[in-house]
């Protein structure tokens, strides 16, 4: 997949807005060739600046890949904004974005990925803080009007694996995950819910369902058929069969909280 041509497809798909223009600073001048890349006669594309592309007519492989390439590219966004939410990048984290491209995305989108983070990094460097911050919320705020609920749901997913590959996640990049669901129009109770995936205890099967251990049984059972049809693998499928096997592993680990929850109340 080469940068040119999902780049070409992420303008394609979603308004340019605050992610375009950040994709604009991040590419510097492959952003102005693929503007003319995508509007061609063939797709009678035309941009104004504000409301992004208009009057085309997307094939069904065009819209799959516009939102895969969206998917990726917010991806890559949010993940340089929570990588460096403690003050640091750390290797573990950046190993966890490269892995996830490789799986979801393909080699080649390691290279480019890599890279396009690198200059994240650099143009949070260079306007600081607060405003790569309110550059991010300005995306979220896109990605949310662009994303359904499941595919930003996925999304999120991702990013509380980037904060975990250290081992640790401090509050800072709690906090930050945080930020991003809000931004993102879900619910903070969404990030306690995954932080909690992956683990064997009991406490951490609880918060995955986002039920106390006081709760009733028919409590219990009520917030596990809501997370399931909330997390079901089926709803990300236009995103690709790896993005749709990421959420069945996300989904087969509710399940096993669930399951640790049906033992020890002997149901």
Excluded at 195 to 218: F, H, M, T, W
Aim: hydrophobic share 40%.
């Amino acid at each position: 997949m080469a940068l040119g041509r999902w780049i070409g497809g992420f303008l394609g798909w979603m308004t340019a807005g605050p992610l375009g223009a950040l994709a604009g600073i991040v590419l510097g001048g492959l952003f102005d060739s693929m503007m003319d890349a995508v509007n061609t006669p063939e797709t009678q594309g035309t941009f104004d600046g504000q409301s992004g592309y208009q009057s085309q007519t997307y094939s069904s492989q065009q819209v799959y890949q516009g939102q895969r390439n969206s998917f990726l590219f917010s991806m890559l966004v949010l993940s340089s904004y929570i990588i460096k939410a403690d003050g640091k990048v750390m290797h573990s984290e950046m190993e966890m974005v490269r892995q996830m491209l490789r799986q979801n995305f393909g080699e080649q989108a390691v290279v480019e990925g890599n890279d396009i983070l690198k200059k994240l990094f650099e143009q949070q460097k260079r306007v600081g803080t607060v405003s790569f911050k309110n550059t991010v919320e300005d995306c979220c705020r896109q990605i949310a009007r662009h994303m359904n609920a499941s595919q930003r749901l996925q999304l999120l997913n991702f990013l509380v694996m980037v904060a975990q590959a250290d081992g640790r996640v401090p509050q800072s990049e709690i906090a930050a995950l945080k930020e991003c669901a809000l931004w993102l129009r879900m619910s903070s109770d969404d990030i306690d819910s995954m932080l909690g995936l992956g683990k064997n205890d009991l406490e951490s099967a609880y918060r995955v369902l986002g039920v106390s251990p006081n709760a009733s049984d028919d409590e219990v059972k009520k917030a596990y058929r809501k997370l399931a049809l909330k997390h079901h693998p089926d709803k990300v499928a236009a995103l690709g069969d790896d993005i749709r096997r990421a959420a069945e592993k996300k989904f087969q680990e509710i399940n096993d909280a669930k399951d640790r929850i049906w033992k020890a109340r002997g149901l």
